[in-house]
T-cell receptor
Framework: QKEVEQNSGPLSVPEGAIASLNCTYSDRVSQSFFWYRQYSGKSPELIMSIYSNGDKEDGRFTAQLNKASQYVSLLIRDSQPSDSATYLCAGGSNTGNQFYFGTGTSLTVIP | SAVISQKPSRDICQRGTSLTIQCQVDSQVTMMFWYRQQPGQSLTLIATANQGSEATYESGFVIDKFPISRPNLTFSTLTVSNMSPEDSSIYLC???????????FGSGTQLSVL
């Protein structure tokens, strides 16, 4: 099993809808998780971090962590065309040095 | 978060040549990393740049191909040596926020090898 697995999509949602991005992780991943947004031709930009079980909200973004199921998700409410990008899920390794990245989910928000 | 400057932003190189990518951070950081992102792929860690000692390379990456320097806590370079078209990729410098473990990226270097 890969350390971090992500549904690769692509995912299309209409403007104003909720976009749901999902990620699972293995035992090699520690309890720190991150979501990055990457626009085409640009470097990844950190948008959310989550360390504790449950939900963490920041504006239109909500990260959810379920340690029992080894599952982390990102919800984007009121999706905007500017949210169209690839979203990368990442987790820190148990050794603390390395990050494991998922393959990314391409999101398109249709006006 | 740290401001990370990376250059060049892009380059087109001939097969067999080498390119050195520079990464400058506006504050001292303990951990600096070099990643590669091949077209349509996710991020792959090349190595951890250690200040004052040799870099730590991940499986599949060797020092002869990707020599790294880390002369101080704000600067690192990655050289892609004896390039082939398979080295065409985006190369990313990143730093770790020691306080809360967040990882931040430079703007990247888009490398094309002909």
């Amino acid at each position: 099993q890969k350390e971090v697995e992500q549904n690769s999509g692509p995912l299309s949602v209409p403007e104003g809808a909720i976009a749901s991005l999902n990620c699972t992780y293995s035992d090699r991943v520690s309890q720190s998780f991150f979501w990055y947004r990457q626009y085409s031709g640009k470097s990844p930009e950190l948008i959310m971090s989550i360390y504790s079980n449950g939900d963490k909200e920041d504006g239109r973004f909500t990260a959810q962590l379920n340690k029992a199921s080894q599952y982390v998700s990102l919800l984007i409410r009121d999706s905007q065309p500017s949210d169209s990008a690839t979203y990368l899920c990442a987790g820190g390794s148990n050794t603390g040095n390395q990050f494991y990245f998922g393959t990314g989910t391409s999101l398109t928000v249709i006006p | 978060s740290a401001v990370i400057s990376q250059k060049p932003s892009r380059d087109i190189c001939q097969r067999g040549t080498s390119l050195t990518i520079q990464c400058q951070v506006d504050s001292q950081v303990t951990m600096m990393f070099w990643y590669r992102q091949q077209p349509g792929q996710s991020l792959t860690l090349i190595a951890t740049a250690n200040q004052g000692s040799e870099a730590t390379y991940e499986s599949g990456f060797v020092i002869d191909k990707f020599p790294i320097s880390r002369p101080n806590l704000t600067f690192s370079t990655l050289t892609v040596s004896n390039m082939s078209p398979e080295d065409s990729s985006i190369y990313l410098c990143s730093v770790r926020d020691g306080y809360n473990e967040k990882l931040f990226f430079g703007s990247g270097t888009q490398l094309s090898v002909l």
